[in-house]
């Protein structure tokens, strides 16, 4: 039974039918664990009181320390010779307080743990600066005056308010410092290079000098207004402030301008916890980071990466399926076609480093260089195209990822059935218009095939925009109001170099570890996304030439 088993080839396809499982249940594996550990950065956890004594044995006179925090993880203790004690455990909280305590985390061994509760009335505060602080609420005042004091039941709904009105404060002098300063630092600097320009074509007239200075001296002028706005709104920011305490009994002030949030998360329910967590997921996708990015949100990483795809993929599909179309339809099939196809075949090999040194060298050096010399003369030696910049990065992903698409597109030029070309030509039509009307929608799954593999790999590549583009925190984003609104000078951040920076150069690597869980798996969504959007363009343009193929 064995051998006939054998004889019959059935093994091959359980084997393979196990491999496929076995490749699937890793994919799973990964994707489930990402999302776990992801999901639980924005969990809120229970706050303990810890009471620790100097060492594990109970000895009258030793040193109590108190902590209060949350905790993180576990694991095996460590003897003095640095070796794992299973039977022993240790707990990794979260104190914050970086000000008082200069860390974010301790390491606690069980033993030393005396006493473990969770008070009621602890506060989690979400901070600007310096962290998290945890504590316990004293007073809410407002300049030197005391609104109210712990013991007061209005004190929860009070510093509430307050937050609320300090937060659309806050709110307003982001929009005025990336809005208006921007705008105008932008058209001041425009008006600069133009008068450099003039001195440089020789047309700095009087006239054109002083219509320059005229629209200056008007932005100059805005700029001072705003300023004395923005520095108003910001006293008023400063009015309220919130006296904490610590577990040890020290006392804070913090102002309320440097409170993102606070909670209790010892009186919170479920519902309640599943509520805040999806508050803190929006501020994740919405808001700017802070905290050299261990904090915040990445909505600048999202942007950069969706606008670096969309432009490479803009780039990339018309060259991609002009290559494919020349070497099938009209290149002489010789052993020079031959080798060009091998070459492209090479291409999607190479490492995807070598492309980003091309990318530099190439398109920021030579092309972007020359470019400032001829358009842009009046803004030496300071670079405008000569330097890594978003157009640079879409060029070179659409430079790495072009021989998957050319490979594709003209793998659906072959399926297209030789009868329908004859006949199309047999009704009179020229071979341009044959393959234009009826070859390339035919073969167009096929080319999106391509586009949907080429932006999965470019939405992922972090190497090659290190060279020619990517930064750790750009302040602007490319896209804005100001003309042309669309800037491919402007360098940009992604979320996969915001993975690299966040896990590998961060300064405070335990409160990093959980933010690169939560990006990656932001990054697989957003590939997912992008991958689901070309897929269904696919499948209905392949169900719209289906009856052509019968």
């Given amino acids: ?161 307050k937050l609320q009105l300090t937060l659309e404060i806050m709110d307003t002098i982001d929009e005025l410092e990336k809005d208006d300063f921007g705008r105008i630092n932008y058209q001041i600097e425009k008006l600069r290079l133009e008068q450099k320009r003039l001195e440089l074509d020789k047309e700095d007239s009087p006239e054109a000098l002083f219509k320059i200075e005229t629209q200056r001296n008007v932005l100059n002028q805005e700029f001072t207004e705003v300023q004395q706005r923005l520095q108003k709104l910001r006293e008023e920011s400063e009015i309220y402030s919130l006296n904490v305490r610590l577990v ?68 990339v599909s018309p060259f991609g399926v002009i290559a494919a179309v020349y070497l099938h339809e009209y290149a002489h099939q010789s052993w020079l076609t031959k080798i060009v196809r091998i070459a492209v075949h090479n291409l999607a090999g190479v490492p995807s480093i070598v492309y980003g040194v091309f990318g530099l060298g190439f398109f920021v050096y030579f092309l972007g260089g020359n470019i400032d010399e001829l358009f842009f003369p009046e803004s030496s030696p300071a670079p405008v195209f000569g330097t890594p910049g978003l157009l640079w990065a879409s060029l070179t992903l659409a430079l790495l990822t072009l021989p998957v698409v050319i490979v594709s597109a003209e793998e659906g030029l072959s399926r297209v059935p030789k009868s329908i070309r004859e006949g199309s030509l047999a009704l009179g039509a020229t071979k341009a218009e044959t393959l234009w009307k009826t070859v390339l929608p035919m073969a167009s799954p096929s080319m999106m095939t391509g586009l949907i593999l080429a932006i999965a790999r470019a939405a992922g590549e972090v190497a090659p925009l290190m060279l020619v583009g990517v930064v750790k925190l750009a302040p602007t984003l490319p896209l804005d109001l100001n003309s042309p609104f669309l800037h491919l000078d402007r360098k940009f951040m992604h979320l996969g170099f915001h993975i690299y920076d966040v896990g590998f150069q961060s300064p405070n690597v335990e409160a990093a570890r959980p933010l690169v869980y939560a990006t990656s798996l932001l990054l697989i969504v957003v590939i997912l996304l992008l991958n689901l959007t070309a897929i269904r363009v696919r499948n209905r343009l392949r169900e719209r030439y289906k009856a052509l193929e019968h």
């Avoid at 901070?127 to 407002?142: A, K, L, M």
């Avoid at 994740?284 to 606008?307: Q, Y």
């Fill in 248 to 315: 040890d009994g020290k006392a804070e002030q913090i102002p309320l301008s440097q409170i993102v949030r606070w909670y209790q998360p010892n009186n919170l329910n479920t519902l309640q916890k599943s509520a805040l967590m999806f508050s803190k997921l929006w501020e994740f996708l919405s808001d700017d980071p802070r905290e050299a990015n261990t904090e915040g949100g990445i909505f600048p990483a999202i942007f950069g990466t969706v606008m670096m795809v969309l432009i490479m993929a803009v780039i």
């Fill in 1 to 161: 039974m064995i051998k006939k088993f054998i004889q019959n080839g059935e093994h091959w396809i359980w084997l393979n039918a196990a491999a496929v499982a076995i490749s699937l249940a890793m994919v799973l594996g990964i994707l489930g664990l990402i999302t776990a550990k992801g999901l639980v950065y924005f969990w809120p956890k229970d706050t303990y009181q810890l009471t620790v004594t100097s060492s594990s044995s109970a000895q009258e006179g030793q040193t109590k320390i108190q902590y209060l925090g949350e905790e993180v993880d576990s694991a095996p203790s460590r003897d003095a010779n640095g070796v794992l004690v299973e039977e022993k455990e240790q707990h990794l909280f979260k104190i914050g307080n970086r000000e008082s305590y200069g860390m974010d985390f301790i390491w606690i061994d069980e033993a030393f743990i005396t006493q473990r509760i969770l008070p009621t009335n602890a506060v989690t505060i979400e901070r600007r600066e310096w962290g998290n602080f945890y504590g316990f609420i004293d007073s809410v005042h407002e300049s030197t005056q005391v609104l109210a004091t712990a013991s007061e039941k209005s004190l929860l709904n009070l510093l509430d308010e």
